[in-house]
Every structure is written in structure tokens, then in C-alpha cells.
């Protein structure tokens, strides 16, 4: 790697840990003014709130990266071009495209870094901060297995394999009772489960009881009530826990709801989402350097940051817009996870035809 390369990308390597650093504090500024009447409710040690803020660490960097990438790249190359850089690059006959493309190499690096990060080290954090929200909070919580979503419950624990939150209907239902020590004492089965009257109600239920002599008596029940299950405002967590698992689990996962006849479409949206949301890092950085070199040495730093917002909105709303298509089967799952990525790609390449060189 030439000097001036080496001089370009340890700019902008300088200002992507200030941005990073500043995005993840107010991130987490804003997270604790969000939780703290519940932390002092709950009278959380001090100790415990810090160690609950470090493991939401690596989902907040996951997050926060792509706009990270976007203003270090945007100012490192409005500050060269201020102090007169990129001039002297062009008078010394620099193609501008070559002594920038250590930049799209590190944006390169960090997407793939996030997709690693994301696939070993971010669902074990977020699935402590789960334990810590049932610990301390008393939030009702779930582990994820080979069969779906495990729930203890009061009197038992709950397997369900598919969780609806826009119809409050949960799909997939075998219920064991137990008693202390761990005495399987019955077992109900439902199709689904609905929330009505602020209870968990299933249409039609096969219930088994278990005797102590070792019999098993099945009786089918109607409007069956699951009792001691959350509220489905309390259970959202459940969901997140679904969106917090590795690339492989999920995919396991979907395999799963799929040989069951399930609807999948949300799942699979998540899925090629674990690789296409990483890589809006390399995008943003692809989208960044004909943005800065055009505007030249006018821009500064108020003017990068203002265009930072201005690309990532536009991002986020695209990305919304083509979720929500998705998540109604409007487009293809694939086409819902990589559209905004493609778009950009096309956008940022369409604006180096433009860059003097």
C-alpha cells in the first residue's frame, strides 16, 4: 500500500472510531433514559446496569456502524479536500478512484466483520440480556430449541412453534405440568392459541393426564385456557429472541416451521437480512466517496454530517418500505432483504461517473 493510501485510510480509519464512539454513547444515553425508572424500580445495582449496557454492545455497533462508515467517510474526504489534498492528488496525476479505494476495502472488512460478530458474539450477548430482564425485571422470557420457543410458565413449561404477534395467536402448542420437583403430571397439545378476554384460549385441545400408578388419560377439551402465560405485551421479547439468532439457528429454525406448513416469509426476511444489513458498511462507503469528492471544498463538517442524514434516511426508508412489502407477500423475501442494497449499489456506482478524475 502506497504512502498517500496509507495517509487516506488512517484518516479515516481516526474519525470511523470517533463516529463510532459517539453514535454508540448516545445510543446507549438514549437506551438508559428509556430504562431508567425501571432499573431503580426494580432497585438494579449499579454494577449490574453497567454489565447490562456492555452485553448490548455488539447489537448496538451492529447497528450503528453503517452510519458510522458513512460520516468518516464523507468527512475524511471533505477534510483532504479542504486542506487541499485531493487538488494536489489530481495536479500530481493520482487517480482519484485508486488513492480512495482503501476506503471501500475497510468498508468491505467491517461488513464482514459485523456478519461474524453477529453470527457468534451478538446472539450469546443478547441472549444474556434476556436472562437480565427476567432476572431483575421479571420479564417472561424463552430459550430457543430444537422443537421452537421453550416458556416456563406457572405449573409448567410451554413449547410453541411459531409466534404471531399481529394476530396475538400463538401456533404450535404442547403444554407440560409439573410439579416440584420435575413430575411430569400432564400434557395438553392445541393447534393454536388465541388471545381473547385477556387469556390465552385454545378452540379444541387434546389434555393427558398422568397417574401415579402410570396411566395416561386423554380427554379433548374446547375453549382450553393456558394459564400463568404472559400478556402478549409481555411476551414481545419472544419475538426479539427469534431475531436474535444466529444465521444457522434461524435457517434451522425455518426449516422447521416449513416442514410443519407455517408461514415463513417474516422469518426468511430476517434471515437474508443477517447478510444484506451488514453490508450497507461497504454500501455506505460506496455511496460516500463520489458524494465527497463532489461537493469538493465547500464541504465541511457540518455539510457531511447533514449529508450522512440525508443518505441514511433514505436508506432506512427504502429498507422499511421493502420489509413491510415483504412481511405482506407482496415481493419475494429475498427481494425484500437485498432490494435497498442493490439500489445503492446502483446509485453510488451511477455517481463515480460523475467524480473528475
Sequence with gaps: MKIL?????????????????????LFITVDLFENVDTLIEHKVPALASFIFFIYKLPFIIGQVSPVAVLVAVLLSLGILSKHGEITAMKAGGVKLLRAV??????GLAISLAIILMNEYLTPAAQKKVDTFRKQWFGV????????????????GILNIRHVDFKKNTLYGITYYE???????????????????DEKWVAERAA???????????AVEKEQFVLKGLAEPEDLVNLENFQQNMSFLELRYYIGELDEDGYDTAKYRIDL????SFP???????????????????????????????????????VYALTRSLGQGGMVPPLVAAFFPDLLFVAIGSLMYGYVRQ
Design 207 to 217: 389434555v393427558w393426564t398422568f397417574t401415579q400408578e402410570g396411566e395416561a388419560l
Design 140 to 155: 417472561q422470557g424463552g430459550t430457543f430449541g430444537k422443537e421452537g420457543l421453550w416458556v416456563k410458565s406457572d405449573g
Design 272 to 275: 437474508w437480512s443477517k447478510i
Design 101 to 106: 479505494s482503501p476506503l471501500l476495502a475497510a
Design 5 to 25: 493510501e496509507k495517509h487516506v485510510l488512517s484518516e479515516f480509519l481516526r474519525l470511523l472510531v470517533m463516529a463510532l464512539a459517539g453514535f454508540v454513547v
Design 279 to 317: 453490508l450497507v458498511n461497504f454500501i455506505m462507503a460506496l455511496v460516500g466517496i463520489p458524494f465527497a469528492l463532489k461537493t469538493g471544498r465547500h464541504s465541511g463538517i457540518a455539510a457531511g454530517v447533514g449529508l450522512s442524514i440525508v443518505i441514511a434516511f433514505s436508506y432506512w426508508m
Design 178 to 196: 409439573l410439579k416440584k420437583p420435575f413430575n411430569v403430571t400432564g400434557r395438553v397439545e392445541a393447534p393454536y392459541a388465541e388471545w381473547r
